[in-house]
């Protein structure tokens, strides 16, 4: 993450508290995308299936500044406050933006133009969210995607937190070592929003512990055929939430 100039905060948020807390960001989060059937609608949403790879395209560019402004001004990421740093966590976190800015600003400003530099590292942010996001995108907002109830009068929702991570995310070709590494281990996300800290090399090894353990409690486990299917159920999820309120 070094590389994309997000670091330390990653840690912290994306990887603990997202990972725990999701649902509350699907429902609180931005405008631009309906991601959950209980979120509020607003008319253009019913072409966010078509605008998809264009918000997508985005992202990367947004990541340089989410960590900063989540710490700084706004001292929340989505619904998760955030407490103080600590100096070697800082430390880390500025020495993350030195390194980006070094490797993609000042080092090709010897070598060619700037205007050739903005172009190519725009470029190089678009080809990455677009991977990025087709990665990942679909393991969590899919056809059939089961969402958390909605919390009670103590902030509190009656579904096992282990169970709702299960049944809220999607695989795809879960065992494969080779989607594995190609998409950084999203194919595997059930598993890991289960254990976030296991590195997603060793994903695949888990998948058959879990899909009998999930059989054997009638815990519902998505699993598609592929990431075209992947791909596929994402892009008419968004067509759906996008279409109108839903009555629940």
Request: charged share 15%.
């Amino acid at each position: 993450m070094i590389i994309f100039g997000h670091v330390r905060i990653y840690v912290r948020i994306y990887l603990i508290c997202l990972h725990t807390f999701q649902y509350k960001d699907l429902l609180k989060g931005g405008t631009w995308l309906r991601l959950h059937e209980r979120k509020k609608w607003y008319i253009h949403h019913t072409i966010q299936h078509i605008l998809v790879p264009l918000l997508y395209s985005l992202y990367m560019i947004g990541l340089r500044f989410d960590d900063i402004l989540s710490l700084i001004t706004f001292k929340y990421a989505g619904t998760i406050s955030i407490n103080p740093l600590t100096r070697e966590q800082w430390t880390m976190l500025l020495f993350g933006k030195v390194v980006w800015i070094t490797m993609r600003i000042i080092i090709p400003l010897y070598i060619m133009p700037w205007h050739t530099m903005v172009w190519l590292t725009l470029l190089s942010d678009f080809v990455t969210s677009v991977l990025f996001m087709i990665a990942i995108a679909p393991s969590h907002c899919n056809e059939n995607t089961i969402y958390a109830p909605e919390a009670d009068a103590n902030n509190s929702i009656s579904r096992d937190w282990a169970e709702l991570q299960v049944e809220s995310s999607f695989d795809y070709c879960p065992e494969s070592m080779f989607w594995t590494i190609m998409s950084g281990g999203s194919n595997n996300q059930v598993s890991h929003h289960l254990f976030p800290g296991i590195a997603s090399t060793n994903l695949p090894k888990i998948v058959p512990i879990l899909r009998e353990t999930c059989k054997e409690f009638g815990v519902q486990y998505h699993c598609l055929a592929s990431p075209l299917a992947a791909a596929y159920g994402h892009i008419s999820q968004l067509h759906w939430l996008g279409s109108g309120p839903k009555k629940l």
